[in-house]
T-cell receptor, first 111, second 112 residues
Framework: SQQGEEDPQALSIQEGENATMNCSYKTSINNLQWYRQNSGRGLVHLILIRSNEREKHSGRLRVTLDTSKKSSSLLITASRAADTASYFC???????????FGTGTRLKVLA | SQTIHQWPATLVQPVGSPLSLECTVEGTSNPNLYWYRQAAGRGLQLLFYSVGIGQISSEVPQNLSASRPQDRQFILSSKKLLLSDSGFYLCAWSHLRNTEAFFGQGTRLTVV
């Protein structure tokens, strides 16, 4: 299977703490993306990092990419209860139009 | 602005009945279109994708089929549903390769 893996599967933190999620993938990529899914809803795009980038920031989000290890991490700083959701990484399976999603990390931020 | 519509939001169907889920995109032309299925608490499994009218790529052998009769319309179908077809079905589109994908709100299908 080409599907990636997120780690941890579930994470529970207190409001104000930082949350770190990791993603590993299997194939060469052009870019890696992170998405958020609130329970029972569609996915919302958060950030895209290209294969020639090592780090990218967007507001309270920080994404890193290590193509040699085929891994990425998503850091959410100063978490809020509203950040409670599932987070997925997706890779583009270089040379195709496909988006391959990981298994997701369920984040719960306690107020 | 571009929007994606997916319906119905929920559906309960008996085993052996047919299925038709529809997805339409507004505000763009020639989108890449995708159908994903998500089992409860799990990741997304790519079922079909299409880069143009009548062009369908199937990722996983399924009891399902997809069609793209118009540029911005993507339909997921089954002639006879199985219990294992239950899940959360998501339609998505992207404008170009290697760019972000936009998702519909999903259809929760329960086969009973």
């Amino acid at each position: 299977s080409q599907q990636g893996e997120e780690d941890p599967q579930a994470l529970s933190i207190q409001e104000g703490e930082n949350a770190t999620m990791n993603c590993s993938y299997k194939t060469s990529i052009n870019n890696l993306q992170w998405y958020r899914q609130n329970s029972g809803r569609g996915l919302v795009h958060l950030i895209l990092i290209r294969s020639n980038e090592r780090e990218k920031h967007s507001g309270r989000l920080r994404v890193t990419l290590d193509t040699s290890k085929k891994s990425s991490s998503l850091l959410i700083t100063a978490s809020r209860a509203a950040d409670t959701a599932s987070y997925f990484c997706a890779t583009d399976a270089s040379g195709t139009y496909k988006y391959i999603f990981g298994t997701g990390t369920r984040l719960k931020v306690l107020a | 602005s571009q929007t994606i519509h997916q319906w119905p939001a929920t559906l309960v169907q008996p085993v052996g009945s047919p299925l038709s889920l529809e997805c339409t995109v507004e505000g763009t032309s020639n989108p890449n279109l995708y159908w994903y299925r998500q089992a409860a608490g799990r990741g997304l499994q790519l079922l079909f994708y299409s880069v143009g009218i009548g062009q369908i790529s199937s990722e996983v052998p399924q009891n399902l089929s997809a069609s793209r009769p118009q540029d911005r319309q993507f339909i997921l179908s089954s002639k006879k549903l199985l219990l294992s077809d239950s899940g959360f079905y998501l339609c998505a589109w992207s404008h170009l390769r290697n760019t972000e994908a936009f998702f519909g709100q999903g259809t929760r299908l329960t086969v009973v």
